[in-house]
């Protein structure tokens, strides 16, 4: 399939863009940019942009409630799983209450209660099955 559009943001609806922005950017790094205090933006030396928009009453379902509505969340690649689970939980992350992810990765919640993943290299390879070849719609 010819692609016609590219992923340049990933915007994250939140009470407090600014603050929320200063979390990411201490993890990831990069600049932030901002036209108003409505909405801030994360540039990093990749391809994709985190965009932070305020949004009244904004409030994250409980993780992993699987009644809650659908949602995305982020997931980063890390080089220790334990550092930067200390890292971010010093400043202002939290780990969540469920793991699934064994040794694997970890979930954790930004100060807006927004889950994320941090992840070795091997949870975060793509995986080896290629969908398009297989053409199985039971994915």
């Not at 016609?4 to 990933?10: T, W």
């Not at 979390?23 to 030396?45: K, R």
């Not at 949004?55 to 334990?82: G, M, T």
């Not at 694997?104 to 290629?130: E, K, M, N, Q, S």
């Amino acid at each position: 399939m010819a692609s016609f559009a590219l992923l340049f943001a990933v915007t994250i609806d939140c009470p407090d863009p600014a603050n929320l922005a200063r979390f990411y950017l201490h993890f990831v790094g990069g600049h932030l940019h901002s036209s108003n205090p409505d909405y801030v933006v994360l540039t990093s030396g990749n391809n994709v942009r985190l965009d932070f928009q305020r949004v009244a009453n904004r409030r994250s379902p409980p993780w992993p409630d699987r009644a809650a509505p659908r949602r995305l969340h982020l997931d980063f690649r890390v080089e220790n799983l334990w550092e930067a689970e200390q890292f971010l939980v010093s400043n202002g992350a939290e780990l969540a209450s469920q793991q699934p992810g064994g040794e694997r990765f970890r979930v954790l919640l930004d100060p807006a209660g927004h889950p994320f993943c941090i992840a070795t290299d091997d949870a975060a390879d793509v995986p080896t099955r290629d969908v398009e070849a297989a053409r199985d719609d039971t994915l």
